[in-house]
């Protein structure tokens, strides 16, 4: 099975500040990469498919990139209602695997 | 409006069986594969597995933890899902998510809120 390691597994930031989560495929996976938000007692919602795309209605400051087997997603300006729990999730084999997520609090 | 709603979580014993349901509307449910995908307390997504639509064929595919004693179905008339859980583990502790697979490749484009599953003595 592919292995997506992210990193930090948290990190504490100010509203307003840029903030990168990084995530690293065992393998080669194409730009079959997406990630997601959770916040507490709910389900994910989608924010990045295929690397890049931004899913509609997700805010323009959530991006993403990378290809092959590092991704970045990347909040320009955090703001309080995106402290959360972030995930990648590879989709290139059929065995489909997320990394560890990435929780982002208030410092 | 897109709609997942899960039902049939529960107690059950280790070795025990359960069977959850997926009640989905606002969007044409037989053109989309579904997946389930647990988070343990405290911990991280697993996937468990997907069902594809009737063009090709309503075969399944599962992550290893679950191969063979987990079955997942559905019923296109009904608009459901279901995931049939047998010989249950401490480990399968989860709340479960039934999620929609986008029309594209592949991503989870909605989710349920999640029902959980205590597998204990």
């Known amino acids: 099975d592919i292995q997506m390691t992210q990193s930090p597994s948290s990190l504490s930031a100010s509203v307003g500040d840029r903030v990168t989560i990084t995530c690293r495929a065992s393998?080669?996976?194409?730009?079959?990469l997406n990630w997601y938000q959770q916040k507490p007692g709910k389900g994910p919602k989608l924010l990045i498919y295929?690397?890049?795309s931004l899913q509609s209605g997700v805010p323009s400051r959530f991006s993403g990139s990378g290809s092959g087997t590092d991704f970045t997603l990347t909040i320009s300006s955090v703001q309080p209602e995106d402290f959360a729990t972030y995930y990648c999730?590879?989709?290139?084999?059929?065995?489909?695997?997320f990394g560890g997520g990435t929780k982002v609090e208030i410092k | 409006e897109v709609q997942l709603v899960e039902s049939g979580g529960g107690l059950v014993q280790p070795g025990g069986s359960l069977r959850l349901s997926c009640a989905a509307s606002?969007?044409?449910?037989?053109?989309?594969?579904m997946d389930w995908v647990r988070q343990a307390p405290g911990k991280g997504l697993e996937w468990v597995g997907r069902?594809?639509?009737?063009?090709?064929?309503?075969?399944?595919d599962y992550a290893a933890s679950v191969k063979g004693r987990f079955t997942i179905s559905r019923d296109d008339s009904k608009n459901s899902l279901f995931v049939h859980m047998n010989s249950l583990k401490t480990e399968d502790t989860a709340v479960y998510y039934c999620?929609?697979?986008?029309?594209?490749?592949?991503?989870?484009?909605?989710w349920g809120q999640g029902t959980l599953v205590t597998v204990s003595s």
């Open positions: 999620v929609r697979v986008s029309s594209g490749w592949y991503w989870f484009d909605y």
């Open positions: 606002g969007f044409t449910f037989s053109d989309h594969y």
């Open positions: 069902i594809r639509k009737k063009a090709n064929s309503y075969t399944t």
């Open positions: 393998q080669s996976i194409s730009r079959y």
């Open positions: 295929a690397a890049s």
């Open positions: 999730q590879q989709s290139h084999s059929t065995i489909l695997t």
